[in-house]
């Protein structure tokens, strides 16, 4: 393991202290990132900043930009130099990748800005060298998939962990990551629980988070993450969905009641869902306790699952981001006629 501060040495490349720790971020996990994600990191609004943020990697060739559009740009970090600073010149971060895959990454750098202070494994030599470095796991316990050679002379090559998402380390447990990017089903989240079937089950404890643009899946997926672990959450018939679908479907009810302008379409869903669900006297007595969230309600939400700390947790997370529609992109040159990028990194999102 090395001491090494990239930021610093990114620094050197013409970007201030907070540009250059928002440029190890994106580098390091999605090599995508929107104006309103850099706005964010540095607590600012709409502004000259990110314009001049984007002008330097433009001028210094360490970034492209792709047109969505409306003036939303998407913007790509490239420079094999500053992969290179951090020990990851072959990343695929800096290959450019199809609209999917860009919103994926959108994504994952949205979760990660708000826990950029935690032990976050990015790469796939850092989850191997974390997970062989505890007790009792093995290279065979990873989540592999085997590639063959495009030639017959060529050797297969075994890679981990194919699917890039981030993993949190916490003190006391894993937290593991799965982004539905607006799926139909959870066939793929199926194939993703029996890969990681050794790993998860050899661990002491673990969360998984399951993220998504709109909660359609969550019931389904929470149904198959209970059947995974072969023990359901649910004994006695109050929380067929399991405990964060009830949990949705009272903030779902909250933001109905208040009539508040936060209510979305997805909310319309758990919310009818859960009407037919939720009719118990148990369940009146968590609304009687307090508000989703608060003290006095996890504990009788505990009560009610009937579990006293659960070891391998599921939960969902709903990312109400805005992303660029993507299938409209632009075509042609990203800049304009005087050089500058079209629109402006003020106006994108």
């Not at 404890?205 to 389904?220: D, E, G, R, T, V």
């Not at 993450?225 to 359901?232: D, E, I, M, S, T």
Request: aromatic share 12%; glycine share 8%.
């Amino acid at each position: 393991m090395t001491n090494f501060d990239p930021i610093p040495a990114i620094e050197q490349l013409g970007y201030t202290p907070r540009e250059a720790a928002f440029v190890y971020l994106v580098a390091r996990n999605s090599g995508y990132f929107l104006a309103r994600q850099f706005n964010w990191f540095l607590r600012r609004k709409k502004g000259a900043l990110s314009q001049g943020f984007v002008d330097k990697l433009r001028e210094r060739d360490h970034a492209s930009v792709i047109d969505y559009g409306q003036t939303r740009f998407v913007y790509h970090l490239k420079s094999k130099s500053i992969y290179r600073l951090l020990g990851i010149e072959n990343s695929q971060n800096r290959r450019i990748k199809g609209d999917h895959e860009i919103r994926l990454r959108l994504m994952i750098l949205d979760y990660l800005m708000e826990r950029i202070d935690a032990r976050i494994l990015s790469t796939e030599v850092e989850k191997v060298e974390f997970f062989l470095s505890q007790d009792g796991l093995a290279t065979k316990d990873l989540p592999g998939t085997v590639f063959q050679p495009s030639s017959r002379a060529g050797e297969p090559t075994a890679r981990y962990f194919i699917e890039r998402y981030p993993i949190i380390v916490h003190n006391d447990h894993i937290e593991f990551t799965y982004f539905d990017e607006g799926e139909f089903t959870t066939k793929s989240f199926v194939r993703y629980l029996n890969r990681y079937r050794m790993l998860m089950t050899k661990l002491p404890a673990f969360k998984l988070i399951y993220l998504a643009l709109n909660a359609s899946n969550f019931a389904s997926a929470g149904r198959e993450f209970q059947r995974f672990c072969g023990q359901p959450e649910d004994n006695n018939g109050l929380l067929p969905y399991g405990a964060e679908h009830l949990e949705r479907f009272l903030q779902a009810q909250q933001l109905w009641d208040t009539n508040s302008a936060d209510f979305r379409p997805e909310h319309l869903a758990v919310l009818r869902e859960g009407e037919r669900i939720y009719t118990h006297p148990e369940h009146k007595q968590l609304l009687d306790v307090g508000p989703a969230g608060s003290a006095s309600f996890t504990q009788k939400l505990a009560e009610l699952r009937g579990l006293s700390g659960g070891k391998r947790l599921f939960m969902t997370s709903l990312l109400e981001h805005q992303y660029p529609i993507f299938g409209y992109k632009n075509r042609g040159s990203w800049e304009g006629n005087d050089g500058s990028v079209l629109g402006s990194a003020v106006g994108s999102i």
